[in-house]
């Protein structure tokens, strides 16, 4: 069986180092890299599993040591076939007998000497069961991120989440606390925002969550910024990630409109969380030169081909002068478009009216029928699919 490994470590030259060392091995390569070994690394993992069941994950401890150990558990609980390979500066008993604690299978002492990495992925390759059973049972994170501001970020992700609702338990969580565009979009203006499910987190369930925040009339829960802007409020990265962790856990599918700041601790997080990056642009120029540039940041930052697509919104297949085409616009960014949503006055009128394209029923036109194709072509859910809790 070939091997794959999923390298989570904060050091950007242990994950290079293990990249060099695979080389000498045949048959073997880096799948994934997590540039961070948080509380939800295993949200992550447990997606590359879903496509790689024979991954092994090595996890480096030295950064802090303390929370990689609870992330390795964590990640040990909900995938318990998983092979785990710790990795430190010190191999001292305690250390090692720690990391097998937590459920580590194998230890690779650090600075990494080739003949070491050969031994333990030799051990990795002889060891009995190694493949992760079954489908993750968790929901995921799907999000939009825009290239510009404009290119119909929060218009995709609220009409994401609006098709997709009648058929998964779905939550549409809005971090661009720029505006608060999506509860705009929907016509409604919530009591309670990020703010107070930051605040609740310690005592946080499914009662009092839903208690807490808006139920849209298509079924989805609803998580926006606070309505005032000048109000400063409390949310930060390890809040979100205990939040996503409680969100995986309880629902199907959340949809982020993720607005359009990489440098937001919050948003880095929860693009880290997901399944499925949109990258949103439109065809012109500036925002295909943008969607550039986007792409390379978030390949310095360990994300995948794999987890990054391409939306192109008001796409029209015989653009003007002044917009690239499909071709160019492949070209350019190297990958394939996943999906070209076509421009349609209805989706304004959507916006001044505050209910989404999607909560058309019989007065369908061409926009809601393509965001029910690319709903159904990103997440695999067929419309007749049964709603399970
Ligand atoms: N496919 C589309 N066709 C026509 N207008 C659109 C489309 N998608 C979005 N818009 C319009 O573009 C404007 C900006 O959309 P919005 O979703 O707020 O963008 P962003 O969140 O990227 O700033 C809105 O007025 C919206 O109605
Ligand atoms: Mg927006």
């Known amino acids: 069986m070939p091997i794959s490994l999923l390298v989570a470590s904060r050091d950007e030259h242990f994950r290079e180092s293990i990249r060099d060392s695979i080389v000498s091995i045949g048959n073997a390569k880096v799948i994934s890299e997590y540039p961070e070994v948080s509380s939800n690394l295993y949200i992550r993992v447990l997606q590359d599993l879903e496509r790689n069941p024979e991954a092994a994950l090595i996890v480096d401890l030295v950064t802090d040591p303390e929370s990689s150990l609870k992330a390795l558990e964590k990640v040990k609980q909900a995938a318990p076939d998983l092979y785990v390979i710790a990795s430190n500066y010190h191999a001292d008993g305690e250390t090692v007998l720690a990391s097998l604690r937590a459920g580590s299978n194998d230890f690779l002492i650090q600075p990494l000497r080739?003949?070491?990495f050969r031994d333990v992925m030799a051990r990795l390759e002889r060891a009995p069961r190694r493949v992760s059973s079954g489908s993750s049972r968790l929901g995921k994170f799907y999000s939009f991120l825009g290239v510009k501001g404009g290119v119909g970020t929060t218009t995709l992700a609220v009409n994401f989440a609006s098709v997709l609702a009648p058929r998964q338990q779905t939550v549409l969580v809005d971090l661009d606390v720029t505006a608060n565009d999506c509860a705009m979009q929907l016509g409604v203006s919530?009591?309670?925002?990020?703010?107070?499910?930051g605040e609740n987190l310690a005592r946080m369930d499914q009662?009092?969550?839903?208690?807490?925040?808006?139920?849209?009339?298509?079924?989805?829960l609803l998580v926006s910024p606070p309505e005032q802007m000048d109000q400063r409020f409390l949310f930060n990265e390890p809040m979100f990630r205990e939040f996503a962790n409680f969100l995986v856990e309880h629902?199907?599918?959340?949809?982020?409109?993720?607005?359009?700041?990489?440098?937001?601790?919050?948003?880095?997080?929860a693009l880290q969380s997901s399944a499925t990056i949109f990258l949103v642009t439109n065809q012109q120029f500036p925002a295909i030169r943008n969607a550039q540039r986007y792409i390379t940041a978030l390949m310095r930052l360990g994300f995948n081909q794999d987890q990054l697509k391409i939306v192109v919104n008001q796409y029209q297949k015989k653009p003007g002068p002044n917009l690239a085409t499909l071709e160019q616009i492949?070209?350019?960014?190297?990958?394939?478009?996943?999906y070209g949503i076509p421009p349609s006055a209805s989706a304004m009128v959507?916006?001044?009216r505050g209910r989404p394209v999607a909560a058309n029923g019989a007065e369908a036109g061409d926009l809601e029928r393509s965001l029910r194709a690319f709903v159904d072509k990103a997440t695999g859910v067929s419309p007749s699919a049964a709603k399970s809790a």
Do not use: C, M
């Open 251 to 269: 629902y199907q599918s959340i949809v982020v409109d993720a607005g359009r700041w990489l440098s937001d601790e919050v948003v880095l997080a």
């Open 190 to 197: 919530p009591q309670h925002s990020l703010q107070e499910v």
């Open 350 to 352: 959507a916006v001044n």
């Open 114 to 116: 080739r003949a070491d």
């Open 207 to 220: 009662a009092l969550f839903e208690g807490l925040v808006p139920r849209d009339p298509l079924g989805f």
């Open 330 to 338: 492949q070209q350019t960014l190297n990958q394939k478009v996943f």
